[in-house]
């Protein structure tokens, strides 16, 4: 067998559930394509598939509980969740999927998963009226949200014999996603990308701005999926409420529309890839007041407003070899505006927010778009959430290259 995983290190999580005997396969596929495995698994797993059978298969002693039944040892799940090059969950039930979620870590599996640096996929496998549920369903967007992958269930006869949604998903397509993972993890690297998100605001006085409602979702996802390819990110953000995780992303908190410029043209220099999705202000006030404006001063007031600086036109001017991306957020004829301002802006490529879709635009977890390039093409997608959305962008830029 062909040595795809060889040198990657992989925590195989295993829960409670029926589907944990298909687990000693997915482990010896693991480890015929060259991977290191460290089996965690849960009080309940043990009792679908005995330990001595996984650390046969993996040649590693399995990790269960926090201390080490005869000597006490303390087993570190910040070693392991530090030593993971990506944490599959196979199978994983609606109970461990609940305490992912809330991170209740009373077992060395969540524990492990709340400490991973790493990717994280879960293939779960549970009743079919157990997989519908509203909870598990929430659940499960919520863990999309926070960027695990998903590996969905199959259709078909299960455990309590009855026949619908729930089966795990075959080990020999879980190898083929991480295969797929550590061949996609490496499409970037070497590469640098600036990535623009999020809103800017203008100040008018000490305490008051002009601003936008972007959430800067869409951007921050950008910038994780990038690092996930193996890119070095630098992430120039607006006020947004937003954390980042991976430590390849160098984060630039900045306010002001003018701020944003500067400091993407100091990115933009050594850059190979820079993505525009941030919400600029177009226009910024003329002044701002020292001290706060009184309101007994006037009964009504005009404030005079400037044009900020085009971001994107800015660096489309000192484009080069470099890929530029911007956004299009349009209410009337989305299509021939943005792809004129793909022109206006030199950019190579747009990608265009639908408005007409409520599961897109500001603030939402999922996005709708199309994708326009400079040589006049146009991709449509449905909605996904925001990292999917962020994976097709970028699979479109890394065919631009
Ligand atoms: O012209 P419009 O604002 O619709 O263009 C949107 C695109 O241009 C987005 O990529 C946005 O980030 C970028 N932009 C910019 N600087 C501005 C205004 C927009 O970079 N001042």
Redesign the pocket.
């Known amino acids: 067998m062909e040595q795809t995983l060889k040198g990657k290190h992989i925590v195989l999580g295993i829960t409670g559930g029926i589907a944990a005997y298909k687990s000693a396969y997915l482990l010896r596929l693991l480890i015929k394509a060259g991977a290191e495995v460290q089996v965690v698994i849960t009080p309940n797993g043990k009792e679908f598939i005995t330990p001595a059978t996984l650390a046969a298969l993996s040649g590693k002693p399995v990790v269960s509980e926090f201390f080490a039944a005869n000597t006490g040892e303390w087993h570190s799940h910040v070693d392991l969740g530090l030593w993971s090059d990506l944490m599959v969950i196979a199978p994983a039930t609606a109970s461990t999927i609940g305490k992912m979620v809330s991170g209740v870590a009373d077992n060395m599996l969540v524990t492990t998963y709340l400490s991973a640096k790493s990717h994280v996929m879960v293939a779960p496998a549970m009743d079919l009226d157990m997989w519908a549920h509203p909870s598990t369903q929430r659940n499960i967007a919520t863990l999309m949200a926070d960027g695990v992958e998903i590996i969905q269930p199959g259709s078909g006869e299960l455990a309590s014999h009855l026949t619908g949604k729930g089966r795990m998903e075959e080990p020999e397509e879980i190898l083929r996603r991480v295969e797929a993972f550590f061949k996609k993890k490496e499409s970037l690297s070497g590469k640098h990308v600036v990535v623009?998100a999020g809103p800017t605001y203008e100040n008018i006085d000490p305490v008051r701005f002009i601003g936008n409602y972007s959430s800067g979702k869409m951007g921050f996802a950008i910038a994780e999926e990038a690092a996930a390819r193996g890119a070095r990110v630098t992430l120039i953000a607006g006020p947004v409420a937003l954390q980042t995780s991976h430590p390849a992303i160098e984060r630039i908190d900045v306010r002001s529309?003018r701020e944003m410029l500067h400091q993407a043209e100091n990115a933009f220099a050594d850059c190979d890839i820079a993505i525009?999705?941030?919400?600029?202000?177009?226009y910024a006030p003329a002044e701002c007041a020292d001290s706060k404006i009184k309101r007994e001063k006037t009964d009504g007031m005009t404030l005079q407003l400037v044009k900020?600086?085009?971001?994107?036109?800015t660096l489309g001017k000192e484009k080069g070899s470099r890929i530029l991306v911007?956004?299009?957020?349009e209410t009337d004829h989305e299509m021939e505006n943005a792809a004129r301002?793909l022109i206006n802006?030199n950019l190579d490529m747009i990608v265009v927010n639908s408005l007409q879709n409520p599961l897109a635009g500001f603030n939402k977890d999922t996005n709708q778009v199309t994708l326009i390039k400079a040589d006049n093409t146009s991709k449509a997608f449905p909605a996904k959430t925001k990292r999917e959305v962020a994976a097709d962008i970028l699979d479109e830029i890394e065919k631009l290259k």
Request: aromatic share 4%; charged share 20%.
């Open positions: 623009t529309a525009l999705s941030a919400a600029v202000a177009d900020n600086p085009d971001i994107a036109a911007g956004f299009a957020l301002k802006k």
